[in-house]
């Protein structure tokens, strides 16, 4: 966990709706919190380093680029095979993000979570076996749970 | 659906990973593009605009900046716009996805701390009284959140 300061928020808030579209869009959020445009810039590159930003970057909605069949594959992966597991699967160049959740017996048996997105059920289906032939054996069950509905998506939000 | 040509393209193929962080970021994109900054500026606007760029800007790690989980409930289907409603109203709920299972509704709470994240799953399981079930992050594989767009 990182700790950010004062400015470190107040420079979060004024880009969590995005960059302005302006040539110097580092500029323009400095301004508006009242320090200068090289602060701005060291403070996010700091942020880069330490991990909390992850990238900066024009971030492409799926969606609308046509991948309708956003699958969240979950998987049930031992404890001990975990490890070895997420980084074969997180590998795989089509897999957007790869994580380790809690299982919840008996209802929920999956440990491992990976997101595949694609134009059509078949090539959806496709992705899923390449991911379960990534695990091989590895794998003890698994369920691939579409979305049917986005209700809600928003950015970060902090206040 | 907005057709993209290869400007388009490529500012998203290149871009998606890492913006430069420099003075006029959209210069240096124009630059590697072959095509002059008010052109990538009103690329980005139009891409935006169409809703093919969600956003352009920061994407921060999970759990790097205050705490979050993924939850998820089995809503009966007679009452899943109800009880999607009183979740997406939540300001802590940035995501909440309608999915084909069970457990139908999957949702992120994220809040400063894990103490309001926990508020907030027991008010919305005292409201609706249907289970939350907590599956918050224990370890991220990935490294690039970029993804290979398929343009074919």
Redesign the interface.
Known sequence: ??D?DAVDRAL?VA?????P???????AVAEAIGIS?AEA?AR??R??D?????????????Y???YRFNG?TCWDVADGD??AA??A??AL??????????R?LP??PYSLFAMI?A?DAESAEGLVAEVAAALGDLSRGH?V??????????????? | MLVLDDIDRRLLDLYQRDLPLVARPFAAMAEAVGVGEDIVLARLARLSEAGVISRIGAVFRPHRCGHSTLAAMAVPAERLEEVAAVVSAYPQVNHNYQRDHTLNLWFVIAAADAAEVAAVMTEIKDRTGIAVLDLPLIEDFHIDLGFDIRWS
Request: with cysteine.
């Open positions: 966990m990182i950010f979060i880009t969590q709706e995005g960059l579209l302006v040539p110097q869009p580092y500029a445009a810039m996010l590159r942020m880069q330490s991990g909390a930003i992850r990238r900066i970057a024009a971030v492409p909605n799926h609308a680029l046509g969240m975990i490890a997420g980084t699967v997180a160049p089509f897999v957007s993000h790869c994580y380790q959740r809690p919840h209802d929920w997105h134009k369920v749970l579409f979305s049917t509905r986005i209700l809600k998506k928003t950015g970060l939000r902090l206040s």
